[in-house]
């Protein structure tokens, strides 16, 4: 397991209030891209929070943004989200 994951778990529950957290690392799918020369990591979040009750996708997106703060810029070049209300 990546490092970096759980330095993203910790991130996402320290901003936002989780039910559940999922991360898979998918740097290796994106080996000779040239985001993955930049040593950053490609990442798969599912996420659901009550935070996210009521919010757009993109809203619930900039949330998760918000929340990995400067992770962004130092362990992830590409997240993908999956973001989920607390009743979906």
């Keep these: ?14 901003h936002l209030d989780t ?3 999922q991360i898979r ?4 799918l994106h080996a000779g891209h040239a985001g993955a020369q930049t040593g950053l990591g490609h990442f798969h979040v599912t996420i ?28 992830v070049h590409a997240l993908s989200i999956r973001a989920l209300g607390s009743q979906e």
Excluded: C, N, W
């Design 25 to 28: 690392d998918e740097s290796h």
């Design 48 to 75: 659901r929070s009550i935070a996210f009750d009521g919010l757009t996708p993109i809203k619930r997106h900039r949330l998760v943004y918000e929340a990995m703060g400067d992770l962004m810029q130092t362990d």
């Design 19 to 21: 039910d559940e957290i």
């Design 1 to 14: 397991m990546s490092d970096r994951i759980p330095r993203i778990r910790a991130a996402l529950q320290r």
